[in-house]
């Protein structure tokens, strides 16, 4: 079967890898792709925000599944363009895609469906939210409703920082809309679960550094590492997030005639009364997919199909029983300003220890330079996070690239936990 991956990351680098070891691939075509991606797919030059031109290409070259990456195209609904010309794609409509789309949406589908997330208000009138936040008091979390890169929330401890962050996202603009939440406490986590519209299959577990510097300080950012599986994460408290907030979501999704399918990343934080939902996001995670590629064992090409074709029932993803470590690269400045086109003079050579992911990287001639925040994700596998991360670390002490920088603690949480025996 020929594919079409759309997207240009990490996270579309490590599943074109995971997917050319499929046997049932045929040509695998990328768009727009980057270096990485182009050295396992045909790059085509393809404007994904123009569904109708990748109709076109799918028709012209008989793609038999389109595997869309970001949110953004699927917010926009290319996959309902693709499948209303029969075409099957893994990855949500336009409208149940308003699940990472507005946070208002999903909020109120929780509310519906009686699933555990912080008790919220919407707003569209700056003074009235205002209002509604000098009432609650600090800490409190202001959230612009719609898509923001990850950079439309403020969990603001004091009132002033609250104020101030309405004032900024209720700015006049026309649309302008905000979820206003109470403040939860507790580890976060990150739970994947492939999805056909009725069904939900666990994906694994993850957990994400999203700020830029060690120790968890700096910025928010995209994020700039990732490990897998997430201990913190028991059965038990799996089995409880699937039964009490994914499988109410498939369910409410279908009653509203919008059924959801693709993968459904739920962002868990453990409360002391259980796992809630902070947010759902409607694609694999970046740079919590090149985790879990590396440690897949099944098949990813007839999985993705299943999704697709709206029939997971044979669905069984087996892990290898081992732990993933991804740590991205990111160039100086970022998530600020930074400069394009430094050269990255060497990478570590893939192999058994440590695979270097592709995002934000271009190739000028035969010179790679980098031409993103984030550049390249250096993901290994070991018996557990700690080995998963040497191996990691060593790699990266392989790349010349003065010009980058990246956190030298990821997985440390797991670590910790791992040594204090407090996890198995
Ligand atoms: P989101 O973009 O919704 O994932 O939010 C970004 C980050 O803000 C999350 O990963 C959390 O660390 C934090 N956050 C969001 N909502 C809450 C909440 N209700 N309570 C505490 N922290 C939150
Ligand atoms: N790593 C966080 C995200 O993909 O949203």
Redesign the pocket.
Known sequence: MDILLIGSGG?EHALAWKLTSSPDLGRLYAAPGNPGIASLAEIVPLDVTDAGRVLDFCRSRAIGLVVVGPEAPLVAGLADVLRAAGILVFGPSGAAARLEGSKGFTKDLCARMDIPTAAYRRFTDREEALAYVRAQGAPIVVKADGLAA?KGVVVATAIDEALAAVEAALDGTPGAAIVVEDCLFGEEA?LFCLCDGERAVLFGTAQ?H?RAFDGDQGPNT??MG?YSPALVLTPDLTEEAMRRIVEPTLLGMRAAGTPFSGVL?A?LILTETGPQLIEY?V???????QTLMMRLDSDLLPLLLACARGDLSEARPVWREEAAVCVVAATKGYPGAFAKGSPIRQLPEDDDRAIVFHAGTKLLGDRLVADGGRVLGVTATGVDVAEAAVKAYAALEEVDWPEGFWRTDIGHRAIARDADGTAA
């Open positions: 996270r990850g990150s994400d999203k995209g994020g990732a990343y962002g996001n694609r694999f995670g970046d740079p919590e997919c």
